[in-house]
């Protein structure tokens, strides 16, 4: 909570699942010197998710924040997607391989439209056309990363939803069975 030094913390593959989630999450809220948080592979649900969310809202140091290989769904999703509007903070989101569907990336969709600090995704499989929508008008994001499995066409949906970008880093589009690297 008092933290002033650390900027990075790696704490994946330790299992701490939605209960370690919050109090992670606790400590986060008033951290200010945070700006990395890698908890991928840690069992981390909706539940944890919602808590990283209620953190997010008030932090102002953290800046990539990686969440993939959890369990996180669509209600998880959501709540994240919802903390996204009001943090000026966050560039990087990874929430690849959780069990995000189609109505949890509508989710981030909606909230991309008026986002303007995020300037990474990551998403695997569902909604890649209303990711693509939102896309359109979003000027900050500079990459996703995601597949176009699910959505026929969605690749030549993300190049035109791309078309107004000024600055592109770079966007890795895998299937779901490549292992990610």
Not at 77 to 96: E, F, I, S, V
């Amino acid at each position: 909570r008092g933290n002033t030094a650390l900027e990075w913390l790696h704490l994946h593959y330790n299992q701490i699942g939605d209960r370690g989630a919050g109090q992670l999450a606790d400590a986060l809220g008033g951290n200010t010197a945070l700006k990395m948080l890698d908890l991928r592979c840690n069992r981390i649900g909706d539940e944890g998710a919602g808590l990283f969310a209620d953190a997010l809202r008030g932090n102002t140091a953290l800046e990539w924040l990686h969440l993939h290989y959890n369990q996180i769904g669509d209600r998880g999703a959501g709540q994240l997607a919802d903390a996204l509007g009001g943090n000026t903070a966050l560039k990087m989101l990874d929430l690849r391989c959780n069990r995000i569907g189609d109505e949890g990336a509508g989710l981030f969709a909606d909230a991309l439209r008026g986002n303007t600090a995020l300037k990474g995704l990551g998403l695997a499989d569902r909604g890649a056309g209303l990711l693509a929508d939102a896309l359109r008008g979003n000027t900050a994001l500079k990459g996703r990363i995601g597949s176009p499995t699910e959505v026929p066409g969605c690749s030549l949906m993300l190049c035109g939803a791309t078309r107004r970008w000024r600055s592109f880093g770079s966007m890795r589009i895998r299937s779901p069975t490549e292992v990610p690297g």
